[in-house]
């Protein structure tokens, strides 16, 4: 396990030194930013970012610096910051989550879940892309929305698009992290609002498979189907979808179970959007199972597939969907624990340096925390490691402050009770910002 983090710290560290080594490719003015030798070069600016917690900057910079006399001031921090692209931070999350290879799978599937989540940033009426005006008497405000591809059984993020909220669009995005995905076999999951069938022929087209939750009923994808007048059914259809208008394909669009006609205005990556009647296109095939499974006694899912019905039943796509709550838990550690929602810049750029640094550190503390080996104990529950001391340790981790074997006898030794089937209703509140001049230091 000391193994382990050494491996994961040097990994990281590496990376960051061998992004600096090619700095102009991530700097704002390319062969000016970095050139000099300062207390804050482009290593040390990462390396700041990633351990940032909730603490104003200068408390932030007093802790990096173990409150040294030659502690650089917070303008000389933002300055050195606001030469760095967010490209930067980014392209660092990706290759830092590419470097760790599969270690669990389900059935052989590399087990994922899309999915995405609203950012409150501070307010600022000149980003037209998050900016959202005062109506009604409540105040205006400003949204990003990240969208992220979670490896549920590995528990890490292994891609994520983040868009002013304004902007934002969900299936897009999906579509984006997929074609670029450099994973070979995997099952997507997806919640309702990712359904659709260019999203659904992008997976597809990738070799990997799906498992969509979609809308039961009128506007969903599956409205114009004929689906069994029951409430458990599993039924494959074999679907073709054509954008032609010609006599011939009118003929066989009667078969709507089989056959289906895309309107000029539906994004579809695999068809032109116009085409010549005399211009022979071949129908799209995109196979696929609806499912409809009872989840409780009184509420029923239905989901979309193009797994086998052999080995995955519907009580097996019931199970899978089930895991999809993974990436739920991950986004609340990622805002209340890792701290997402404490920015310390008003910028969109800084923001986004945030959120990718925030990511990084998250995948830094779950590689680090999955590995330590907690003892069994005699007591009525299991226990897990404390993610939220856990991420703390491994901080330190990354800081110096802590070696690799203090790190794995503290994460083992902090730990907390599994109580599955806990739940309870989710009261939701406004919450205002808290200036830094207010936050615990």
């Known amino acids: 396990m000391t193994h382990r983090i050494r491996n994961v710290k040097r990994t990281l560290k590496k990376l960051i030194r061998e992004a600096s080594d090619i700095s102009w490719l991530f700097a704002r003015r390319p062969g000016h930013d970095f050139t000099r030798k300062s207390k804050l070069g482009f290593e040390k600016t990462i390396s700041i970012l990633l351990a940032m917690e909730g603490r104003s900057i200068n408390n932030e910079l007093l802790k990096y610096f ?40 389900y059935k052989g ?31 205006a405000y400003n949204l990003m929305h990240l969208n992220a591809m979670y490896d549920l059984l590995n528990r890490i993020y292994t891609d994520a698009i983040v868009e002013g909220s304004q902007v934002c669009d969900e299936q897009r995005a999906l579509q984006r992290m997929v074609d670029r995905s450099p994973i070979r076999n995997s099952l997507l999951l997806a919640d309702r609002g990712y359904e659709g069938y260019n999203s659904l022929a992008h997976v597809q087209e990738k070799g990997w498979k799906f498992l969509f939750r ?4 009128a506007g969903g994808i599956v409205s114009g189907l004929d689906l069994p007048d029951a409430e458990e059914f599993d039924v494959f259809f074999d679907m073709h979808l054509t954008r032609k208008q010609s006599n011939e394909v009118k003929a066989l669009l009667k078969d709507r179970n089989r056959y289906k006609k895309l309107t000029p205005d539906c994004n579809f990556d695999f068809l032109p959007s116009r085409s010549r009647y005399s211009v022979p296109i071949k129908p799209f095939a995109l196979p696929f199972r609806v499912v409809r ?13 193009n797994l086998d019905p052999k ?29 997402l929602l404490h920015f310390h810049a008003k910028k969109v750029e800084h923001i986004r340096q945030e959120i990718f640094a925030r990511l990084i550190m998250y995948n830094f503390s779950e590689l680090i925390t999955s590995h330590v080996v907690i003892q069994k104990r005699s007591n009525k529950y ?4 404390n993610f939220s001391a856990a991420v703390h340790i491994c901080r330190q981790v990354f800081l110096g402050n802590v070696s690799p074997p203090q790190a794995e006898t503290l994460i083992a030794k902090t730990v907390s009770p599994i109580r599955p089937g806990r739940s309870s209703p989710r009261r939701l509140s406004q919450k205002s910002s808290v200036s830094f001049i207010y936050r615990i230091a």
């Open 214 to 217: 979609i809308k039961d009923g």
């Open 293 to 305: 499974f009872k989840v409780s006694d009184s509420a029923l899912e239905t989901v979309i597939t």
């Open 382 to 385: 299991a226990y897990k490691a």
């Open 66 to 105: 173990n409150c040294s006399e030659n502690t650089p001031t917070a303008s000389a921090f933002i300055q050195c910051r606001n030469k760095l692209l967010p490209e930067a931070m980014e392209t660092l999350f990706r290759r830092f989550t590419e470097s760790f290879g599969t270690e669990h799978t």
């Open 109 to 139: 599937f590399r087990l994922l879940a899309v999915d995405g989540s609203d950012i409150r940033i501070p307010t600022n009426s000149d980003d037209g892309d998050s900016f959202f005006p005062s109506k009604n008497g409540s105040k």
């Open 311 to 339: 080995d995955f039943p519907p009580s097996e796509l019931k199970k899978l969907y089930a895991m999809r709550w993974g990436i739920e838990t991950s986004f609340r550690s990622l805002k209340y624990t890792v701290g």
